[in-house]
């Protein structure tokens, strides 16, 4: 079973096993004795069972259970030692065995509310709120139930929740002595790029634009989604000038895997101010690095490249040979982009299909009526890749593929989750059943560039109850808080660093570091075992644990996000600093 399997499982157990001991604590109440036992006796199994999920989740990381240890462990201990012995001497009026069922199940629905509201890590605070909620609703229920405790157990009752609950309001009122995230603007260096080869001016504004044969309204880059393919030759200087015609909550351009120095990255409040209407910027940077990359605004980030500002950059060694083509795929107002183009190639041709995924999922592509190697990820060309027939490829959200292959003589199509986006000639094939790549085993091993290590970094990601600032939410969160509140990661220039990043939550997180790419060193403790996998862009899933390394050599502040863009706003970001 997977991790993320027995995270589902042991979530599900815990919602059936304290709807089970409140459920028989009502009926026993209610005088219904069979069904007060039945659904008792069910919550006891179940509460249990728990015993064996917890445990094989702590074996897979302590990160999975910590909280289910510390606080649901002792608190289902006091469940079951408390109703426990009433199922077993079965009282001759079951309504004395309502207190203790229904105590039982206010135990198991706060260790329920720890997990899913406040997750990890693990903190004293929550632990004895908690513990104050469930004596407080005992209490409560005894006095209704008009049970008649006596004066010494209500007094010690009330002692006791009051006790938790001050204590524990405090420590989760408390900081945990988080640095403030320094939204200090970096100042623009300076430095020389030289003079610029290739001049853009792309203008930001609102727009109505075709898609998948229907009007809809975007935000766009020069009027069309997505932007203008801005393609350059290693050595051009690129210089970008951003104007905002009336995008309202401000634009800027961040260059997506292409490691630009700090502040040309574009991200507002950390490398720029964001660009408003009637402003402009100008961003210019060498172009030494080749490869399939994309921009992207990354004001208000979620909706702006949801309403289509974005567009492709292509970085080539020299100019193309054959057929070189972009394949950005993207969901504009619901619909699907791009659409399908047949263009016949003559055999023989060599192809490259540079595929861009610049949605907040996964998508899944499956290139058929040849056999491909996949050349090259996220910009960096794989070491001895091999040839690859019906076999899909799964792109993270940010992520990028380049596949090749010569051009046989018969029809080729390439697939976005089953749709045609590119062909050579009209094909019908069922792709859906095809294996998946696993990019870790793909490709010919090279020894690791660095032999040590100088810091290490954990990042725990889950949801949780986010109090900071004026309205509460259900923030994604990365070590138990969100975005401003995460501390950020310090490190010194050239250190080799290391992040540990492990997905308790039930969705997928695609994780994207600026500035850098990431070596990937392993997945769930089995090292990557085929071509060096270097990435900007890559989906840790429910339950994976992930460890990259990296090398600190590109000084500045970067953001360290999620690119599911719905989770990044809602707290999934934090920053890496130089010192
Ligand atoms: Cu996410």
């Known amino acids: 079973m997977s991790v993320a399997s027995l995270i589902a499982a042991d979530l599900l157990i815990a919602v059936l096993a304290a709807a089970g001991w409140l459920g028989g604590g009502a009926a026993a ?15 006891l199994l179940g509460t249990l069972a728990r015993a064996v999920t917890v445990t094989v989740l702590a074996r897979a990381g302590w990160w999975f259970a910590a909280e289910k240890v510390l606080v649901a462990g002792p608190l289902s201990l ?33 260790a329920l509310l720890v997990t899913v509201l406040h997750g990890y890590p693990a903190s004293a605070g929550a632990g004895l709120l908690a513990v104050a909620a469930v004596v407080g609703a005992t209490a409560v229920s005894w006095r209704l139930l008009d049970a008649r405790p006596s004066p010494t157990v209500s007094r010690t009752a009330v002692a006791v929740a009051a006790a938790a609950l001050v204590t524990g309001a405090g420590l989760v009122a408390t900081p945990a002595g988080a640095p403030a995230v320094p939204h200090a603007l970096a ?34 880059f020069n009027g069309q989604v997505p932007g203008p393919e801005l393609s350059a030759t290693v050595g051009d200087v690129l210089e970008v000038r951003l104007r905002n015609r009336d995008i309202a909550r401000g ?42 990359y ?12 949801r309403m289509g500002l974005y567009g492709v950059l292509v970085v080539r060694p020299a100019p193309a040979v054959g057929v070189d083509v972009t394949v950005p795929v993207h969901t504009l107002a619901g619909r699907p982009l791009p659409e399908a183009r047949t263009e016949p190639v003559a055999a023989g041709t060599p192809v490259r299909l540079r595929l861009i995924n610049t949605d907040s999922t996964t998508h899944r592509y499956a290139l058929a009526g040849t056999a491909f190697q996949v050349a090259a990820i996220d910009g960096t060309d794989l070491r001895g890749p091999t040839p690859l027939v019906e076999t899909a490829v799964l ?21 976005v989750d089953g749709r045609v986006v590119y062909a050579t000639g009209p094909t019908s094939v069922a792709t859906g059943g ?39 939410r259900y923030a994604h969160t990365v070590n ?97 600093m130089y010192q």
Request: net charge positive.
């Open 29 to 43: 109440a209610a005088r219904r004795r069979r069904l007060a036992l039945g659904l008792a006796a069910g919550a």
């Open 78 to 110: 006091a469940a079951v030692a408390v109703a426990g012995p009433r199922l077993v001497r079965r009282p001759g009026d079951i309504r004395s065995a309502a207190v203790p069922l229904l105590f039982a199940g206010y135990a198991e629905s706060a």
């Open 395 to 415: 792109i993270p959200a940010g992520g990028r593929y380049d596949l090749v292959f010569t051009a046989p003589g018969t029809p080729v199509a390439l697939q």
């Open 480 to 576: 138990g808080a969100a975005d401003p509140d995460i501390p950020p990661q310090l490190v010194r220039s050239g250190d080799v660093v290391t992040f540990t990043i492990v997905n308790r939550s039930l969705v997928v997180h695609p994780w994207h570091l600026h500035g850098h790419h990431v070596l990937v060193l392993s997945r769930d403790g089995r090292p990557a075992t085929g071509s060096p996998l270097w990435l900007d862009s890559f989906d840790v899933r429910p339950g994976e644990v992930w460890r990259v390394a990296f090398r600190a050599d590109n000084p500045g502040m970067w953001a360290n996000h999620c690119h599911n863009l719905a989770h990044a706003e809602a707290g999934m970001v934090l920053h890496l």
């Open 251 to 292: 634009v800027t351009l961040h260059w997506h895997g292409y490691d630009v120095p700090n502040d040309q990255d574009g991200v507002p409040g950390v490398t720029q101010a964001a660009v408003l209407p009637g402003q402009e910027f100008v961003y210019r940077f060498r172009a030494d690095q080749a490869g399939t």
């Open 187 to 220: 100042a623009q260096d300076g430095r020389a790029v030289g003079e610029p080869t290739r001049r853009v001016t792309l203008t930001a504004g609102t727009a109505t634009v075709r898609a998948a044969g229907r009007d809809v309204a975007a935000w766009a």
């Open 294 to 305: 994309w921009y992207h605004t990354h004001s208000v980030s979620d909706v702006g490249v």
């Open 434 to 472: 095809w294996p998946v790549l696993d990019p870790l085993r793909y490709g010919a091993a090279a020894p690791a560039p660095w032999s040590r290590v100088d810091r290490k970094f954990t990042l725990v990601l889950d949801r949780g109850l986010d109090l900071h600032g004026l309205l509460p």
